[in-house]
């Protein structure tokens, strides 16, 4: 009775989550199952299913959750740095998700103008126009340079806005690689933010200590599925005479696990590598005397 009546009280404690929608979605829903929590969006809908009771979800354009987390629409969110600074939010940053689209690499946000533009530096944009989405940091950031320009909101394909006759001198953009500003054509004049996704609560969601700690612990899930998503184990048998030998060749993250075996004369040795040298490692163990070698993707890996 007892075990039931506390599971009926934890299923009344929910903690509200905003998710990205959007060119994040996808990788945000694969690092939650990583991590442990199943997510399915049904079709038309803004509220995805999740495996745990004390969690639910709304989807919102990565743009807008920080403030809807600052309103307490929200009790915690995931978006990035770029998005709090714009709305310039009120809010408890719970910690860093170094995750994105693309790569693992921070987003910044860029002046950019066409490659044959006189533009030279951020002074040379006095009285220019500039698109940008992100408006308020664009402002604030010529404003710390005493520059007075223009700046028009872009509702997207910012990159082709530049130097087009009318419309913009240059332009502010995020970029991860680059590659879409080479290919229209455009250089680089200043770095102006960088952003990487960020995990923020609301303030009084964060002074409740149930849904402190409840955001605490998908954190610590969250980063430990980040940790692990480039590194694989590897366990394998090794005749105890090449024990020695064999541990001066192994990587770990911290030291190898060395146990014994029924037979003296083996002994089992496990390990968490990263998996891009494992292709090459493995050969090199089984060179040095280890057997039955066996390689095991990683979910989570929780310092």
Known sequence: MLKFERMTKDKNRTLKIGFPSGSLQEATFKLFDR???????????????????ELTGLMFRAQEIAHYV????????????????????????????????????????????????????????????????LVGVTRRFLASRGVSANVEFSWGTTEVKAGI?????????????????????LRIVEVILESTTQF???????????????????????????????KVGLKMNVPRLQLDALMKILPALNTPTVSNQADDAWVAVEI???????????????????????????????Y
């Not at 006759?165 to 054509?185: F, H, K, Q, Y």
């Open 35 to 53: 991590a442990g929590y199943n997510i399915r969006l049904p079709s038309r809908s803004y509220e995805p299913d999740i495996n745990d009771v």
């Open 70 to 133: 600052e309103r307490g629409v929200l009790d915690v969110g995931i978006t990035g740095h770029d998005w709090i600074e714009e709305w310039e939010a009120d809010v408890e940053r719970i910690g860093e998700l170094r995750y994105s689209k693309a790569t693992s690499n921070p987003l910044r946000w860029v002046i950019a103008v066409p490659e044959d533009s006189p533009i030279q530096t951020v002074q040379d944009l006095q009285g220019k126009t500039i698109a940008s989405e």
């Open 165 to 185: 006759p009318g419309v913009a001198d240059a332009i502010v953009d995020g970029t991860e690689t680059g590659s879409s500003l080479r290919a229209n054509r």
């Open 272 to 302: 968490i590598a990263d998996e891009s040298i494992v292709r090459d490692l493995i050969p090199q163990l089984k060179r040095n005397g280890a057997e039955g070698i066996i390689e095991y993707p990683l979910n989570k890996e929780v």
């Open 200 to 230: 923020i609560a609301n303030k009084a969601s964060w002074a409740d200590d149930w849904k402190r700690q409840k955001a605490r612990n998908l954190h610590t899930l969250l980063l430990g599925a980040l940790e692990a998503e480039s």
